[in-house]
């Protein structure tokens, strides 16, 4: 087995049980101040009936272990900071330190959402100016920040286009999504009421508009679509698109994920999109936090303005920010209070960072980097649509690997032990295959070029010892998991 | 650009590399008539130095001098110091979901604590790792409840946040589900009575807030008898745990949905908080969110992995238990520190001073001619006070002292004009409420001398009139 | 490999009658597909089947597939060991992990399926593409 690996080596990290498992009684790691007000009795001011003596099961440990005990479990993760981490769509960014420093400013981590407006007007002034950035960014006319994630996004511009249609006297029936689609988006219309009616790819993974003609009819409500697509590539046949699907009375959506590809270079509103959402953990580096929080705010054309979710963030003939409950069209809450906040203020950082300049130069150091990872690696695997530059992603296929028994998903945990993080697996489902890889423009030409070696030689190993790759990682904490009995028998607490 | 590690040179030598004369030539296949043209009319580019000026300007334009008296789903609780220390660590901010379980053993083991916390916290079985928020987490607990019973209607407390209810309405609108509302009795709580009649028709779910909006616990044990007699399912919304340290957990409920803010997750104007649902194990495969289980790996190690996914959007797509894929794990790690370092002691101990103080604060305004606590049922942290004229008025006044004095009940229920819900946390001291109940005992005596003055001026006026 | 007694369907399932009972239960092929099955999920006795309509779900790891009634009936039999041992279906498909019995409603509805041969020339093209 030869050495291919220069730049990664396992290190030591201590083990560490449960929290659980260190708890010990009489240990807190919080002190609190003496009480200023006399003491009352739980049980005789609430009654017996409500009072609880005890939790049971919950920890008693000293401050230093918490500390110890979750530094711990930081370092079996391996994040943006870590290194290189091309997750297709996902758009592992850097998630720049100022962000973090603003959003916790007293003033904005601290202010309750019911504050009155007069002792507000910071915090409604970056909700109404990051709106107004990404109404710019997007060549829309409005923007509503209360989403949560992008999946509760394209729920909301969902029931708009429903309201909206249903105005208009007839809310249809289905909404089309292409078989490239992320699972939110079937998952989203589904939520809404809308039927799902696939759409199958052209050849070259785009949208099919001889199967579109087809399928556009006065039942369908719109068409869901990712742009560019889920395989990196721009739909050049967008205004078509759009102008087929509005002639039938139609709106059109754009999934959002992908737009670390087209900020400064093209907008949505002006190639045929009605309603779009955003990732702000994706294109506006809010960080991924393991898992969330994110923020998938909802662009829409000035016709579907009155329907946004409630309330709305306005500015004032004298300047002053409000909130307006008064948006009779509106679909309603998709959740309580604006939004999240947290992550405006980050994602407002990022843009006055840049600028439009630093925007512009981002998107192209995103998509120069995508491309030069597909261009140097497309003679060793397979690349399935080949004949056009990708833009911020790439998709390759693991077809010549499975030959050898090798799937991308043990590709992906080969590339482990090369010291990265793997791309996107399996994903999207109309590749064999698939090997996602987003670069983002968070990756320096050394990086990529280390990236680019490691796969390469992974390819060799496969080559030579397909066996070895099949069984990586090697040199992680823990070796592959047993998925299937944590499925058959889940265990999803710790019982003691 | 700071944030951008390719120099010039670097990227002259990748587009050589591949093959390309300049980065124009990558965005060729993008059809001319629909290039953005021109500059992005944006702020910006700014230093660190300009953005943090800016922002704390805006942070200025804030309550940050004010003492807050506000709750109503949002919560301002101490935040110990190693709870941001931890969340700053980049392996864990900056990582993606644990798909890749290798990799991600640290977010799966703290997720795998946080949702063994949450089922000791709530009394039942399972947790997930985390939903949006409150809101959310309530209405996919009724979307589960529709989809667990195959009956089409539920039945809400009047007492349950009104935006929850808010969001429900707009989740299930399509389904075209029967929303019935059953008020609350004189004691703050829901009407008995009511539920019952309301039950006798097929429900899916009761839903139940526990402390409810107005700060009344209920007795979710009866409801839970009235609701599984009828065939429901009961729904428990919590919106603040804290209370759960010092007040039996509602486990006669099948779901125990609400609001983890206040465990460690900043106030923020409102997001991102942190969503949870738990639930019994029977109802586990028709849980939304994920959810991380043990398993050991091929040397028989243990170790943590996302599991029942099939659940789930990426893999059920329309069919999926709920559409969601980003959750909230950042702050769901933030409430796992946080619930660590209090521990079983520290969160009673909390939870007890939280009670004594809004019990203190209570007693004083209580004391105060012309105000009253309308509800007779026992709170946790927050209650409901009648105020000696109008509640903005009385707000303002407050102001004037520094004091956010309570959300106005008004907006939100017609028949509570004048009426506040007054929270008090550990965040809030002596000092502030005797404050606090000076300004309500001087608004009281002006309102008493100015009634009595309008009262001499109207006779004088009625006498030269007659 | 595939019994003779069995039909089968283009989704995969098998098919025994005895009589006017139906054994119905998914391939080696489909399990193969599936990988280590986690659940299954089934109807109860007395619900209805209809032909080509799903009547429950095989959900491996990473992978859910409805299971497609190939007849029309009634089921009077469910496989109750499949909830404990999922697994089954990966090490005995074509045994001791049927899913369902069935009482026809239309025998003729058998002759629409295909006989192990045909079947196991089916996959044979299927894998090709």
Redesign the interface.
């Known amino acids: 087995m030869k050495d291919y690996i220069r730049h990664a080596r396992p290190h030591v990290t201590r083990n560490e049980d449960l929290i659980f498992e260190r708890s010990s009684p009489g240990k807190c790691g919080v002190d609190l101040p003496p009480l200023d007000v006399p003491a009352v009795s739980a049980s005789q001011l609430v009654g017996e009936e409500f009072h609880r003596q005890e939790i049971p099961g919950f920890p008693e440990v000293s401050e230093l272990e918490v500390i110890r005990h979750f530094t711990r479990l930081s370092t079996w993760n391996y994040g943006v900071d870590t290194g290189l981490y091309p997750l297709g769509s996902c758009t592992m960014k850097y998630n720049p330190r100022i962000n973090e420093v603003v959003a916790r400013l007293e003033g904005l981590a601290t202010d309750h959402p019911y504050a009155p407006a007069e002792l507000a007007q910071g915090c409604l002034r970056i909700l109404y100016e990051t709106a107004q950035c990404l109404t710019e960014i997007t060549g829309m006319d409005a923007v509503s920040l209360q989403p949560a994630a992008g999946a509760q996004g394209e729920l909301s511009g969902i029931l708009m286009i429903q309201a909206c249609l249903a105005d208009r006297g007839n809310p249809r029936k289905y909404i089309l999504i292409p078989d490239s689609a992320h699972g939110t988006n079937p998952a989203s219309v589904t939520t809404s009421g809308y039927e799902v009616r696939p759409l199958k790819s052209d050849a070259h993974g785009s949208i099919d508009l001889a199967e579109l003609d087809r399928a556009m009819t006065e039942e369908v409500a719109g068409l869901m679509l990712t742009n560019p697509n889920t395989l990196g590539i721009f739909e050049i046949r967008i205004r078509e698109i759009g102008e087929l699907v509005h002639q039938r009375g139609g709106l059109v959506y754009m999934d959002g994920a992908n737009m670390n590809a087209l900020v400064g270079i093209a907008r949505p509103a002006e190639f045929g999109v009605d309603v779009m959402h955003l990732n702000l953990h994706k294109t506006f580096t809010t960080p991924h936090g393991g898992g969330g929080p994110g923020s998938g705010p909802v662009a829409v054309r000035k016709f579907l303005e009155p329907y946004l979710p409630s309330p709305t963030v306005e500015r004032a003939a004298d300047g002053a920010y409000q909130l307006n409950y008064n948006r009779p069209k509106s679909i309603g809450r998709v959740r309580a209070f604006y939004g999240n906040f947290g992550m405006a203020v980050r994602a407002l950082a990022y843009i006055l960072a840049n600028g439009s300049e630093g925007l512009l130069q981002t998107t192209q150091d995103a998509v120069l980097n995508a491309n030069y990872v597909m261009r140097r690696l497309r003679d060793v695997y397979d690349l399935p649509y080949n004949d056009q530059p990708c833009m911020h992603e790439c998709v390759l296929s693991d077809r010549r690997q499975a030959a050898r028994g090798v799937h991308t998903g043990d590709i992906a945990k080969r590339l482990i032990d090369y010291g990265f993080h793997p791309y996107t697996t ?1 994903f999207p489902l109309i590749v064999q295959g698939a090997m996602m890889i987003e670069p983002t423009e968070s990756a320096s030409k050394e990086e990529l070029d280390e990236f680019i070696e490691a796969l390469r030689a992974v390819a060799e190993e496969i080559e030579e010892d397909p066996e070895f790759v099949l069984k990586a990682p090697h040199t992680t904490r823990v070796s592959r998991l047993d ?2 009995t ?3 028998k889940p265990i999803l607490r710790w019982k003691g | 650009m700071r944030y951008l590690p390719n120099s010039p040179s670097d990227r002259a030598e990748m587009l050589r590399a591949i093959g390309y004369g300049s980065v124009e030539d990558l965005f060729s296949q993008i059809p001319q008539g629909i290039r953005f043209q021109g500059r992005l009319n944006l702020p910006g580019p700014l230093s660190e130095q300009e953005i943090l000026d800016f922002f704390r300007r805006a942070a200025s334009q804030s309550s940050r001098e004010y003492v807050s008296l506000l709750g109503a789903g949002a919560y301002s609780h101490f935040r110990p110091a190693a709870v941001d220390a931890m969340l700053s660590r980049g392996e864990f901010f900056t990582a993606y979901t644990p798909y890749q379980a290798e990799l991600a053993q640290g977010t799966l083991q703290a997720m795998f604590e946080f949702q063994t916390l949450m089922t000791h916290l709530t009394g039942m079985e399972v947790s997930n790792a985390s939903l949006y928020d409150g809101s959310t987490a309530t209405t996919e607990a009724v979307l589960m409840a529709l989809r667990l019973a195959r009956r089409n209607r539920v039945v809400v407390a009047r007492t349950l946040h009104p935006e929850y209810r808010e969001v429900m309405t707009t989740y299930v609108r399509h389904l075209r589900t029967e929303v019935v509302d059953v008020p609350y009795s004189a004691s703050g709580q829901v009407d008995m009575g009511e539920l019952e009649l309301a039950l006798k028709q097929e429900t899916a779910a009761v839903v139940l807030q526990s402390p409810n909006f107005l700060g009344a616990i209920e007795h979710s044990g009866k409801v839970a008898e009235l609701a599984h007699r009828s065939g429901a399912l009961l729904i428990v919304a919590v919106t603040e745990p804290l209370s759960l340290a010092v007040i039996k957990p509602p486990s006669e409920a099948d779901i125990v949905a609400g609001e983890a803010q206040s465990f460690g997750v900043p106030v923020a104007f409102g997001g991102p908080y942190l969503g949870f649902l738990a639930t019994r194990e029977k109802f586990v ?1 028709q849980m939304p969110g994920r959810l991380v289980g043990q398993t050991v790996d091929t040397q028989g190690r243990r170790g943590f992995v996302l599991t029942l ?2 659940r789930e959007q990426h ?2 797509r329309e ?1 999926a238990t709920s559409n969601i894929c980003t959750n909230q794990s950042l702050c769901a790690l933030a409430a796992t520190i946080y619930l660590c370092l209090l521990g079983k002691e520290g969160l009673k101990a909390l939870a007890q001073q939280n009670l004594a103080k809004a019990h203190y604060a209570a007693q004083q305004l209580q004391a105060v001619p012309g105000t009253a606590l309308p509800f007779a049922a026992p709170c946790f942290n927050e209650f409901v006070v009648k105020v000696p004229g109008r509640a903005e008025d009385l707000l303002r006044e407050l102001r004037r002292e520094k004091i956010l004095g309570g959300v106005s009940l008004g907006p939100f229920y017609p028949e509570l004009q004048d009426h506040l819900l007054v929270c008090v946390t550990e965040t809030v001291n002596r000092v502030t409420i005797d404050r606090m109940a000076r300004v309500y005992d001087h608004f009281s005596n002006r309102k008493k001398a100015g009634s009595a003055a309008r009262a001499a001026a109207s006779q004088a006026v009625g006498q030269e009139k007659g | 490999m595939y019994p003779d007694e069995f039909q089968y369907t283009k989704d995969h399932e098998w098919l025994r009658v005895d009589e006017d009972i139906a054994t119905i239960g998914i391939t080696d092929h489909a399990q193969k597909e599936l ?2 099955i ?2 299954v999920e089934l109807p109860k006795a007395g619900d209805p089947v209809a032909a080509s309509e799903s009547f429950g779900t095989v ?6 597939s409805e299971v497609y009634s190939p007849v029309t009936g009634e089921v009077t039999a469910v496989n109750s060991k499949l909830q404990n041992q ?2 089954l279906l990966n090490s005995d498909p074509h045994g001791s992990a049927w899913l369902v019995r069935v009482r026809l409603s239309d025998p003729k509805e058998i002759a629409k399926l295909m006989s192990a041969e045909e079947y196991e020339a089916y996959i044979r093209e299927d894998k090709a593409h």
């Open positions: 399996s998925e299937a944590a499925a058959r | 495969r996914a099939t893999i059920r069919k | 990988g280590d986690v659940y959900e491996s790891v990473k992978a859910v999922p697994e």
